[in-house]
């Protein structure tokens, strides 16, 4: 019999055993009796059973920490996503914003946001023109303009270089209703009087 075959196992055994009172120690004192179970069952365990559950408890440790170092890493990149989400929906809201902004600037809503081609709606009517009217009308269409002074908003629609031209729009509102409608001069951006105006008015 080989005597020195068991005692070579023997500072393995005391480092494991080491190693897990150690351990036992770490995650708080055991009551007296229950020392005494767990020493008899330790006595039980070969050294290759007590290596094999040291390298377990050391591999699970490993684990745990991959683990929480990719939960760790999730983490971080929920933060960002959410981050990026959060920027991503308020260009949402101000795109919103700037086409709700828009679309009552065209007057395609109200500023409830209520679209004008939904529902009733009551429009003004400034007059009419047969086929014949309408097809003696100007094509283009003039966008019109609100100036205010003291006392009134004035309305006017059209640019022209040509007094005759704006002749030709002023009859054509007439005809449509608007009885009131008259040519307004301007220069360099200031209403004017027609007399401040006649050498371009009246030409040779």
């Given at each position: ?13 005391v480092l ?5 009172l150690?351990v036992?120690q770490?995650y708080g004192?055991l009551p ?13 365990l ?17 684990t745990?920490d ?5 939960n ?8 960002q ?17 700037s086409l ?23 429009k003004?009517q400034?007059g009419?023109?047969?086929k ?19 006392s009134?908003?004035q309305?006017?629609v059209?640019n022209?270089?040509d ?11 007439r005809?449509?209703?608007?009885r009131?409608a ?5 220069k360099?951006?200031?209403?004017v009087?027609?007399?401040?105006v ?7």
């Open positions: 019999m080989n005597i020195s075959s068991p005692l070579k196992f023997f500072p393995i055994c494991l055993l080491a190693t897990f150690f036992v770490a004192q007296k009796k229950e020392r005494r179970v767990w020493k008899k069952e330790l006595r039980k070969s050294p290759e059973e007590f290596k094999s559950m040291v390298d377990e408890r050391r591999n699970l440790r490993h745990i991959q683990l929480s170092e990719k760790s890493d999730l983490k971080t990149k929920v933060f996503l959410e981050k990026s989400l959060l920027s991503r929906e308020e260009k949402l809201r101000g795109v919103a914003n709700k902004a828009l679309e009552i600037q065209l007057g395609l809503t109200n500023e409830k946001g209520e679209r004008w081609d939904k529902g009733v709606v009551f003004v400034i009419a023109l047969n014949k009217e309408f097809d003696q009308a100007p094509e283009r269409s003039y966008a019109m303009e609100v100036e205010e002074d003291v009134y908003k309305y006017v059209g022209f270089r007094y005759n031209e704006a002749d030709i729009l002023k009859k054509h509102m005809k449509v209703g608007v009131r008259w040519i307004v001069p301007y360099n951006g200031k209403r009087s027609l007399k401040d006649l050498d371009v008015v009246i030409t040779p």
